[in-house]
């Protein structure tokens, strides 16, 4: 999975997560998934171009 900037930044708080007991290898892979998938979105703006066509167009 790609690497993000955030994630790197979270990396360097990583004992202050750890301080309040969170699982801080849990939370980051959430975030990491979560990040990867709002990377697939369309904006809205082309959402409703795809009709034009006549055809629907898959953008996954």
């Not at 004992?15 to 990377?39: A, C, P, S, W």
């Amino acid at each position: 999975m790609k690497e993000f900037f955030m994630l790197r930044i979270l990396d360097r708080f990583k004992h202050v997560f750890k301080l309040f007991g969170i699982d801080y290898v849990n939370l980051r892979t959430i975030l990491q998934v979560k990040l990867e998938m709002d990377q697939r979105r369309v904006p809205t703006v082309f959402a409703n171009s795809n009709k034009e066509d006549g055809k629907e167009k898959i953008h996954f």
